[in-house]
């Protein structure tokens, strides 16, 4: 069993901050699980691009309100408290946070915890990123 707090992995490299998010990666790959488990936070104002070609991704909103754009089809819809949206066909997308956004995120195959995003919003695979 493994039990950890947000708080103490806030305090450690599972934390990651970026441009436009921050992260805290509860469990990533090395855990074992099959799949890796995240708080977000997407900050006030941003608009990002991402298309995970590598990964099946669910994300729930638990605060803050935003919009995503499927860009597929071009249909934007709203997050809120109690959204999730699942990009179950690795979905271009454009996430718009109309106020700081709290996300809970799940990725198959897990993180291994060293990912940024790539000139294509995605994330190589482990295999493929130089090190
Ligand atoms: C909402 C979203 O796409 N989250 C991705 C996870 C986060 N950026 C991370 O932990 O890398």
């Known amino acids: 069993m493994i039990v950890r707090t947000l708080a103490e992995a806030e305090q450690s490299p599972r934390r990651v901050v970026s441009r436009n998010w921050e992260s805290t990666r509860l469990l990533l790959k090395e855990d074992n699980m099959g799949f890796s488990f995240h708080i977000t936070t997407f900050y006030e104002g941003c608009e990002q691009e991402m298309c995970y070609a590598n990964h099946l991704e ?7 309100e935003g919009r995503i754009t499927d860009l597929a089809t071009g249909e934007t819809h709203q997050i809120r ?7 179950d066909k690795h979905d271009r997308h454009i996430l718009r946070a109309d106020t700081a956004m709290k996300l809970a995120c799940v990725f198959n195959p897990p993180l291994t915890g060293k990912e940024v995003h790539d000139e294509t919003g995605a994330y190589p695979l482990e295999e493929e990123t130089a090190l």
């Open 58 to 64: 669910s994300v729930y909103c638990m605060e803050g």
């Open 81 to 87: 408290p109690g959204t999730i949206y699942i990009l």
